[in-house]
């Protein structure tokens, strides 16, 4: 017992004794230095050892908190250890609960929220303080209403592994904060019979089993539930009593004291008679009450493991509310809606497209098989119509381009053919990569080998058809009619060679024979030749086969000389005869040939044979087959036969037709020097053969035809005519 | 043009087409119900707030 008055270690002037407990008197000082109120406390015994050394003594004096007194110093006075803490103005809260009765729910959370705080920073520590007597009467209220944490246990802040406490607050101790059984028994008067080794945890500093033999050894079969739950319960007391307090009791602690300051009253001391707070008649909101109760969990390991986790839970507290719970579930349920909304919308997207693009797709392969059906057909027209409407479905396709390549290649538009398919394959939107691209551009070259073919370009043919077997080397027609045009260019060998492969892939008889017959006829081998594309034409299903080994057969009877005119022409008309003129222009063509050649054999049946020529002709003309050539050779057959009117008649409509060339005037100027020629002389005028003439020189001089024999026989007329004065007159 | 005279391949056309509207259409809603739901979810923020904050 120190006197009020006296003066320690020559600062702290005792004031006044303000409280006593188990650590010793509490007093009231005055630091001299400081000039402010400090409170010297004694503490217990058992912590001097620990405190001896200066490190922890460091830890505690270090302690800063707004919620929690500073520690200035321990001294040691009469071999007594005091520990010199911030004096709080105020009053303890169990003084305030004592003149207030209870608090509300808002006034406790502030202060529930600031322990939290508190308890979240000593627990923090390293290692943690455990406060371990949180109860109203360490509370204090200062007068702005906040509170701070006083008389934590010191003793508790430097023992590490299984703390035992140094003494329990019944009503606020969580279980394991009891020794053992018997005290918890002891302390709250419930009638027992333990049977427990005489050491206490603390006197041994181990735990020590304590085994109960009270009324729970005689549980029976027959005994009422709610004793049997009571014994439950007993038996899981028996199990937390004496565990050693941790941070967790001090969350039991700090629920207890949260719970007496809402509801006026102490926690039952006995754990198994505890009302829970949330049946307690109180003005409580969901949230704190769950809050609460979790704090109260008899077993340490249900209730927040420590005071940052207290503190968080605290912070949102209004998430427990139902009302915030029903908040959250609402926006969610909208997120849901909306979020299925997108992922429909999008799947629904991607399903239209698919269907679409899949109907898109058919569609062109539709219009493009059709397209090819109609140029088979020979309706060009309509194959047409089909290609534009598989082009505007698909514009960077390249089916329908191929297809309308085939379709100007079989009308026998070669030279247009062979711009488009140029423009097709120099386009990069139209020129897709791919295995199926690679084909479809193979069979645009092989097209436009062909064009040039019917062109006689052979060189270029043969390039074409080299370009079609880069793309595509599995397709025998691309190397039968490469080889074809290498017979052309006069290179049998290598003609040979690809006739070599083009077997290898499967090449038809038919196509073999046509091949052979190509080179024969390349040799000059007319007759064997001939052998070939008559097998050929017999034993072939392919029109266009047939076709070209026809026009080639004909070729061959050619080349064998006016014996065999009569065959030739004998041969053309039967296979006109089988086709039908109108798929047969090519062979018409061939045919008025041959009678042309016929009537300048025949002297006697010429006129004969040329009225069959010009018959022929004008069919090709008059069924889309209206070139200038044809018409200038009608108009020479009208000639030959002497009738030059009609002669004229077509070489005017001829210059109509083509103004830009030369070759109109040409024959109109012979023409007209016929028709003088048979004439009287004094009759004679060849004014107009003159003016045809001029023309004619004209338009020559502007053209690449520069070797024109006609041309030099007209001017040598001219010059004749010059000569022997006709102009003059 | 009737439906009746609309080919089986028209038909689908149409059909793709028309879910590829009713998608759009339904992520315009959704793109509506997204705007209306952050006005409304502030709103309603403010006023569970306003609720939390009288009773804790």
């Not at chain 1, 057969?553 to 030739?568: F, H, I, N, P, T």
């Amino acid at each position: 017992m120190i006197e009020n008055g006296s003066i320690l270690k020559s600062t702290y002037r005792l004031m006044e004794e303000i409280g006593s407990g188990g650590g010793g008197i509490v007093y009231k000082a005055y630091h001299e230095r400081l000039k402010k109120y400090v409170v010297v406390k004694e503490i217990r015994d058992c912590v001097k050892g620990v405190l001896e050394s200066r490190a922890e003594a460091d830890i505690l004096k270090n302690l800063r908190q707004t919620y929690l007194p500073q520690v200035f110093d321990f001294i040691e006075v009469d071999e007594k250890i005091f520990t010199v803490i911030d004096y709080i103005p105020g009053k303890s809260m169990d003084k305030a609960l004592a003149e207030e009765g209870k608090f509300n729910q808002k006034e406790v959370l502030k202060w529930a929220k600031q322990l939290a705080e508190a308890l979240a920073y000593l627990h923090s520590q390293t290692p943690p303080i455990i406060h371990s007597d949180i109860k109203p009467a360490n509370i204090m209220l200062t007068p702005q209403r906040d509170i701070c944490l006083i008389d934590f246990n010191v003793s508790l802040a430097f023992d590490e592994g299984m703390r035992t406490s140094t003494g329990v607050s019944g009503g606020y101790s969580p279980p394991e904060q009891y020794w053992n059984y018997a005290m918890y028994c002891s302390m709250t008067g419930i009638p027992m019979e333990v049977k427990h080794d005489s050491a206490s945890p603390k006197e041994s500093g181990e735990r020590r089993q304590t085994a109960l033999v009270g009324k729970t050894q005689f549980i029976n079969q027959e005994a009422e539930p709610a004793v049997l739950e009571s014994n439950r319960q007993t038996e899981r007391l028996t199990k937390l009593i004496g565990r050693g307090v941790d941070e967790r009791s001090d969350i039991y602690s700090l629920g207890t004291t949260i719970y007496h300051l809402l509801t006026g009253e102490t926690p039952s001391q006995n754990f198994e008679e505890i009302v829970s707070v949330t049946k307690c008649d109180i003005n409580l909101s969901e949230g704190f009450g769950l809050i609460i109760s979790k704090m109260m969990e008899l077993s340490p390991d249900l209730r927040f493991q420590n005071g940052t986790e207290l503190l968080g839970a605290l912070n949102h507290i209004h998430e427990l509310d139902w009302r915030y719970k029903r908040y959250r579930q609402k926006i969610r349920n909208w997120k849901c809606l909306i979020t299925a909304l997108y992922a429909s919308g999008i799947i629904v997207i991607a399903f239209g497209v698919v269907t679409t693009q899949k109907e898109h797709v058919a569609a062109y392969n539709h219009a493009v098989s059709e397209a090819a059906n109609w140029i088979s057909m020979g309706d060009f027209d309509d194959a047409e119509t089909s290609i534009q409407a598989a082009m505007k479905l698909y514009p960077n396709r390249l089916e329908a381009y191929q297809k309308e390549i085939l379709r100007l290649y079989t009308m026998e538009l070669y030279e247009d053919c062979i711009l488009y398919a140029r423009n097709v394959l120099e386009n990069p939107m139209i020129m897709p990569d791919g295995e199926t691209s690679n084909s479809t551009i193979g069979d645009i070259f092989y097209i436009m080998g062909n064009a040039y073919f019917e062109k006689n370009d052979f060189s270029n043919a043969c390039n074409s058809f080299k370009s079609a077997i880069s793309y595509n080397d599995a397709n025998n027609l691309y190397y039968r009619d490469y080889a074809v045009s290498l017979v052309q260019v006069g290179n049998a060998e290598k003609a040979n060679e690809q006739l070599d492969c083009a077997i290898k892939l499967g090449l038809g008889q038919d196509s073999i024979y046509f091949v052979q017959g190509e080179i024969a006829f390349s040799e000059g081998k007319y007759s064997e030749a001939e052998k070939y594309f008559t097998t050929c034409i017999n034993g072939t299903k392919s029109e266009s086969l047939r076709k070209r080994a026809v026009l080639l057969c004909a070729s061959s009877y050619k080349k064998m000389g006016m014996d065999y005119l009569d065959q030739e022409i004998n041969f053309l008309e039967q296979i006109i005869s089988t086709n039908g003129r109108q798929q047969s222009m090519n062979i018409v063509e061939n045919l008025a040939d041959a009678y042309v050649r016929k009537g300048e054999a025949d002297a006697q049946n010429r006129l004969f044979w040329y009225q069959k020529a010009v018959e022929s002709f004008e069919f090709l003309y008059s069924n889309g087959y209206s070139t200038r050539q044809i018409l200038e050779n009608i108009a020479v057959l009208y000639g030959q036969m002497d009738q030059l009117e009609q002669a004229e008649t077509l070489l005017l409509q001829m210059i109509e037709k083509y103004p830009d060339h030369y070759k109109g005037y040409k024959r109109l100027a012979f023409l007209e020097a016929d028709i003088q020629q048979k004439k009287p002389n004094e009759q004679r005028d060849y004014q107009r053969m003159k003016e045809y003439y001029e023309k004619m020189m004209e338009l020559y001089s502007t053209q690449n035809d520069s070797n024109d024999v006609e041309v030099q026989m007209l001017q040598n007329l001219m010059k004749d005519l010059q000569d022997g004065g006709w102009f003059a007159k | 043009m009737a439906v009746g005279s609309l080919s089986k391949e028209e038909l689908k056309m149409t059909m793709g087409m028309l879910l590829v509207a009713a998608g759009a259409s339904m992520i315009v809603l959704a793109i509506a119900l997204s705007v209306w739901l952050t006005v409304m979810g502030k709103r309603w923020k403010a006023e569970i707030d306003a609720q939390m904050k009288e009773t804790y």
